[in-house]
């Protein structure tokens, strides 16, 4: 629904996150009312689960980071301090298997380990401390 030829708010916003890729789903319906996208019937859109991103943001940044060699930012990458903890160690295992058994096995160690890692992180349900911890 636009408003003078205009996007609402939510469909803007909705239209700048799927641009950032596909770690964000769910808006199909940002530029209808949420009570109006309830009563239509629709289904409601399909959500990650907060270890199935932890793991897929995770592995995507640690690659990134063992090809360039060097680590950046948490933050600029969008990550949390204990999803960057995890990534340091994801990493440094990464390097390590790389060079015994090539970047194939350095790939799949890190989605082991990402998964692992997040899934452990996740078990109790969100991490307590607040949402950058």
């Known amino acids: 629904m636009t408003t003078r030829g205009h996007l609402s708010w939510g469909a803007a916003l909705c239209g700048a996150l799927l641009l950032s890729g596909p770690l964000i789903s769910g808006c199909a319906d940002a530029d209808r009312p949420a009570d109006e996208a ?3 019937g629709a289904p409601s859109p399909p959500t990650t689960a907060p270890a199935d991103l932890c793991a897929r943001i995770v592995a995507h940044w640690s690659r990134e980071v063992l090809d360039s060699g060097t ?3 948490y933050q600029s990458m969008g990550l949390s301090n204990g999803q960057y903890e995890i990534l340091i160690a994801v990493v440094d ?7 015994r058994h090539g970047s194939a096995a350095a790939g799949r160690l890190i989605d082991h380990q990402a998964h692992r890692r997040c899934a452990d992180r996740h078990r109790a349900g969100e991490p307590t401390g607040g949402p950058w911890s």
């Open 38 to 40: 309830a009563a239509s």
């Open 71 to 73: 680590y950046g930012d």
């Open 93 to 99: 295992a990464a390097r390590a298997e790389r060079k």
